[in-house]
């Protein structure tokens, strides 16, 4: 850890030293209900990011994949009083199937064609969820899915769920880091710019956008499992259309070219869901109109307006320190 | 020289002027800085007094949860008006009609009501977070609400995780809140699904003669335990269901599942949604001429269901906790205040108006009886309203061990007055208990009410 590795990684570690100390200076209201629930709505949308900005796919199959994910614990622990670790290996596998299988159907189609069969599928898992009774409990759902303990630290004590959260989301975030730099990575984004070229150049190009359909998948099936934990229960409506339209907001608001842009913009849309309601009643047209401002003013949601900002900033500092330094020469001259 | 001291003096002057825009703003900057610092003091300080000054006790903080936003939104409305007309019993005053508008001014055993909105969209997960926002972020005292069965799941479970809140029901109706599992501190003086129905199997089996009969409803739990309760009270009288037909939620064409209706039936059981009642009755009297009788569920008939069907549903018999044409004394009272205080509203104030006020009205009856006194885990309130009977507009209501509301129900029938369709009161069910007169043990040994409950 060298200074230069400090200095180019200041911003990661100060928001993540914030991001511990987090729960021990807010209430616990604020732990779970801003805390909890914008990391597991992050580690969601940065799926969806991760398949945008480096593989070209703008899916909305992920609240499927989470709800997957989500079923799968629910059914496993509470009906069927499976071990927990147990029972999230086989809901990370299954999720992991089922995006294997969506993912084949879907990766031999762009742009708009995509986002129709991927919305396709989330609209259909809803509907399954609402009316295959026998296993997902119908209408109400499934209730009473409670967070496991790890060798004695009990994840139904918030703060250990917040940091079990967080540690899961870092993971999520590195281990995506990491493919994209890959050579699997960096094929990816080529397939991502021209898919006839890297066709041309030999590369298998539906292989490469189901694999990464596949670690899409993965990551949103994590953020499954902490949903579920999170809302000790999971039922068609967790999977609707309107968490479907939620995730992808998070995802453009806080910035689709960018993974960090799924933290920013979950960070913003909890906290948006939980007070814009004590300004109007119309708070659902505020959320929309803060999206559309936010949108307007930055193509690169929020993270792409903190980016410009710093730019401009750097610039200005630039230019002032030339026109002191040149006046310094000036007068020395 | 000439030339550089000629270059110099440009530069410096804009310099200059950048400094001097610079500190200028910074002055602005300082002083608007100052100034929200000065508006937030003074908000602080006057929230701080305010408490002070509100008649000496400390208030009450009294959160409600029901549904402004999905497809519910409209009976969240009529929930928002029913709670609010018990806190003007108190001595409350409406500030505007508007859903979130607020009471001021009521006031229980000395100490004032503060009242707290919030809403959830129908599902249970947004429910769950807007009673914690309730609960835990504006630190209620007792929370009111959900509106609809799952939600009413949720909270209950909740409920079991903050012992040191009261939570009262809005008009959730799952029979399994309070049946199986119960939260020590979750009080149901609403009464549930299944016992909306009590008394209209007997009274279709005796009265009108029906012997065999076909349900047609939507494919969740409520309907499964709308269906579920009349056909246990109309087997046991003697009479049989012979087929049970479930459609999805949001059908419009009814035609496949018409073809399913058998055709030697004494009546068809209907339990759909108020426009999908007037759709499907429409398609199944094209193929059966409009002859077969029908039986409604709870929420079959409304108003605007009648004025479509005409004369079609002369005759109809359904069975509801609440009706509009209700005519005891306290439903009356009850329905003019409704009107007095809402005149924009419906005509007649409606289940979830009634269920959320009666709800409400329990809160503060108990907490008078408790005689404000919300110490500990609420020991000495929840005591009371365990042990509180309430005069509701339909007649009085207490509670089961579980903490469930016996209450009177009554079976209605569609008849003509003045030539106007009205759903009138024939039959009056006193003190229907949860388990529908078969004891907890009995009734729970029965299947839970789900498509394929059969008779015993």
């Keep these: 850890m060298s200074v230069g590795w400090v200095r180019r990684h200041g911003v990661a570690i100060v928001i993540l030293g914030l991001a511990v100390v987090f729960p021990f200076v807010v209430s616990e209201f604020w732990v779970v209900q801003i805390g909890i629930s914008s990391l597991w709505l992050a580690i969601v949308a940065m799926s969806l990011t991760f398949l945008a900005s480096y593989g070209g796919m703008i899916s909305l199959a992920q609240t499927a994949l989470y709800g997957v994910a989500g079923y799968a614990m629910a059914i496993l622990t509470v009906e069927n009083g499976v071990n927990p670790w147990l029972a999230i290996l086989v809901a990370l596998l299954l999720t992991v199937a089922v995006g294997a299988v969506l993912g084949t159907v879907a990766a031999r189609t762009y742009g708009i064609y995509f986002l129709m069969i991927t919305l396709a599928y989330g609209v259909f898992a809803y509907y399954f969820a609402n009316q295959a009774r026998q296993i997902t409990g119908g209408h109400g759902g499934i209730n009473g899915v409670l967070a496991p303990s790890i060798g004695g630290i009990s994840l139904l004590d918030r703060t250990n769920l917040y940091f ?37 150049l030999g ?41 479907t339209v939620d995730v992808l907001v998070v995802s453009v608001i806080g910035g689709l070219y960018r993974l960090e842009g799924a933290f920013v913009g979950a960070v913003a849309f909890t906290l948006l869901s939980n007070y814009a309601n004590e300004f109007t009643d119309r708070y659902n047209m505020l959320i929309g109109v803060i999206f559309l401002v936010v949108l307007l003013l930055s193509p690169g949601g929020l993270l792409g307006m903190w980016e410009q900002f710093v730019r401009r900033f750097r610039t200005f500092v630039t230019r002032l320190k030339t026109r002191d330094g040149g006046r310094e020469a000036r007068e020395k001259g | 020289m000439q030339k550089v001291s000629w270059e110099r003096e440009p530069g410096k002057e804009e310099t200059l002027t950048q400094s001097e825009t610079h500190r200028r703003h910074g002055w602005v900057r300082t002083g608007a800085i100052l100034a929200l610092a000065a508006v937030a003091a003074f908000a602080v300080a006057c929230g701080g007094g305010g408490g002070q000054e509100g008649g000496g006790e400390e208030p009450v903080k009294i959160g409600l949860l029901a549904t402004l936003d999905g497809p519910f939104a409209a009976f969240g409305e009529e929930a928002y008006r029913g709670a609010k007309l018990a806190l003007l019993e108190h001595g409350g005053k409406l500030e505007g009609t508007a859903p979130r508008d607020g009471v001021s001014g009521a006031e229980v055993a000395g100490r004032p009501i503060e009242l707290s909105y ?100 939507e494919d969740y739990s409520y309907p499964y335990s709308q269906v579920g309760a009349f056909q246990l009270q109309f087997c046991d009288a003697g009479g049989e269901v012979t087929e049970k037909i479930w459609v999805p939620l949001g059908t419009k064409d009814y035609a496949s599942f018409i073809q399913q209706i058998p055709e030697d039936i004494d009546a068809l059981y209907v339990a ?36 479509q069907l005409g004369d079609r549903m002369v005759g109809v018999p359904s069975a509801a906790p609440v009706g509009g044409a209700l005519d005891t004394e306290g439903w009356k009272e009850f329905a003019d205040a409704y009107t007095e205080n809402f005149p924009d509203a419906l005509p007649a104030p409606s289940l979830f108006a009634w269920g959320y006020y009666v709800n409400m009205k329990a809160a503060l009856q108990g907490l008078a009886e408790a005689e404000g006194d919300l110490s500990g885990s609420h020991e000495t309130y929840n005591e009371a309203l365990s042990n509180l009977t309430l005069e509701s507009p339909t007649g009085p209501i207490k509670l089961d061990e579980n903490r469930q509301a016996i209450a009177p129900n009554y079976v209605f029938e569609v008849a003509k007055r003045d030539g106007t369709l009205v759903n009138e009161p024939v039959k009056k069910i006193d003190e229907v208990d949860q388990t529908l007169g078969l004891g907890v043990e009995e009734y729970r040994s029965l299947a839970p009410y789900e498509r394929d409950f059969t008779c015993r």
């Design chain 1, 164 to 200: 079990a959260a967080l540690l899961a989301a870092v993971l999520c975030y590195l281990g995506l880091r990491y493919l994209v730099r890959t050579p699997f990575g960096i094929a990816l984004q080529g397939v991502r710019d021209d898919p006839l070229r890297m066709s041309a």
């Design chain 1, 203 to 243: 590369f298998n190009v539906p292989l490469y956008r189901i694999l990464a359909f596949v670690a899409g998948a993965f990551v949103a099936g994590v953020g499954g499992v902490f949903a579920v934990w999170y809302n000790v229960r999971i039922s068609p409506g967790s999977i609707d259309l309107t968490r």
């Design chain 2, 118 to 217: 919030e809403s959830s969209d129908g599902t249970p997960d947004v429910a769950l977070e807007a009673m914690r926002r309730l609960v835990e972020q504006e630190g209620v005292d007792i929370a009111v609400g959900p509106l609809s069965g799952d939600e009413g799941l949720a909270i209950k479970d909740y409920a079991k995780t903050q012992p040191d809140v009261t939570f009262l029901n809005g008009t959730s109706a799952a029979v399994q809140t309070t049946l199986e599992d119960p939260a020590p501190n979750f009080f149901r003086f609403t009464t549930d699904g299944a016992q909306w129905m009590a008394g209209l199997g007997p009274y279709v089996y005796e009265e009108l003669g029906y012997r065999r009969v076909a349900t047609l409803a």
């Design chain 2, 272 to 307: 759909l949604g108020g426009s999908d009642t007037v759709n499907f009755v429409k398609q199944y009297d094209e193929f059966t001429g409009g002859e077969v009788p029908i039986i409604a569920g709870s929420s079959t008939i409304d108003q605007s269901t009648l004025q």
